[in-house]
């Protein structure tokens, strides 16, 4: 029976984080690309953001179903599998980043999954959206670090070569696998950002992490928040800004939705990221109902997540 509870409640967050990271993408897309200054206006209180309700989902919605449905068949990644959820889920119309869609655009054409992220031009995609599909990554991986760290780096791989699009996806994941092991422990901010800084292999993360754990907990202004943290398309300028959203608010999955919402910039990835966070921490109870109940059910929708989430966390 215990062992029955504790599935039952395991099944709850990882249902949890995929409902985040949806929600959180369609949140996000009605205040895409305006400034923190023009949020607050639109938005002069945060009952007002509270309010939104999720609108059509984007294309992290779209690869963090691929990625988990590929890891939900081959938990320790096979590439062209990924690579085929990728494409089988694949819209333009969601909202694609320049990078990835060149990506897919070679997917599609033909060329092997090792090959597609392949640099242009000399330089390899550093945008954020290998990490903002990571989700099921740390998920199913946050008890074999190494092997977290390699999944994460692959799948990135498929788009994004650059070591900052990379490390961003390794990052993202252990801050999804720390959120779902402290479930029943809360989450102290500066500890969870020292224990992903001791993983981080790239010194500007790490400088990042620093930044956010002096931050946390001083109810610091969102413009201040996107001059030290960002909240752009980058890796680097979206990924920490979105543990820093959930680790400073990770009692609370509204309070996380308004913290990133309030940013601004790249909003449909970072209040995705904040939110599957949030979501893999307080399960799906925790997610106001009304949420739920507002996503889009298109191709994707709550009951492909549910399932999916069931098949995440045999």
């Known amino acids: 029976m215990h062992s029955q509870a504790s599935n039952l409640a395991h099944l709850a967050h990882v249902e949890g984080a995929l409902f985040g990271a949806m929600i959180g993408d369609s949140l996000g897309s009605q205040v895409e690309n305006v400034s923190a200054a023009l949020v607050a206006h639109r938005y002069p209180s945060r009952h007002e953001l509270e309010a939104l309700v999720p609108g059509p989902y984007g294309s992290t919605t779209e690869m963090t179903v691929a990625l988990a449905e590929s890891l939900a068949e081959f938990a320790e990644f096979d590439g062209e599998n990924f690579a085929g959820k990728l494409l089988s889920h694949f819209h333009e119309g969601r909202g694609y980043g320049q990078g990835t869609m060149l990506a897919l655009t070679r997917l599609k054409a033909g060329s092997p999954w090792q090959e597609a992220g392949d640099a242009h031009a000399g330089r390899g995609c550093y945008g954020n959206a290998a990490a903002a599909r990571s989700t099921a990554v740390g998920l199913l991986h946050g008890h074999d670090v190494p092997t977290l760290r390699w999944i994460a780096e692959e799948a990135a791989g498929v788009t994004h070569t650059h070591a900052l699009g990379v490390e961003g996806a390794v990052l993202f994941a252990l801050g999804i696998s720390v959120a779902l092991e402290k479930r029943d422990d809360g989450i102290e901010p500066r500890a969870f950002f020292e224990t992903i800084a001791g993983e981080a292999q790239v010194r500007e993360y790490r400088s990042q992490l620093e930044v956010a754990a002096d931050l946390s907990g001083k109810s610091v202004a969102p413009s201040l928040v996107v001059a030290r943290l960002g909240n752009n398309q980058t890796a680097l300028g979206s990924v920490v800004t979105a543990l820093f959203c959930f680790a400073d608010h990770s009692l609370s999955f509204v309070d996380a939705a308004v913290a990133a919402l309030s940013l601004g910039g ?46 995440l966390a045999v």
């Open 266 to 311: 790249n909003a449909s990835a970072i209040t995705a990221m904040t939110l599957a966070l949030a979501g893999a921490h307080l399960g799906v109870d925790g997610i106001p109902p009304r949420w739920i109940d507002a996503v889009e059910a298109a191709e994707i929708g709550p009951t492909t997540l549910r399932r999916l989430a069931a098949r």
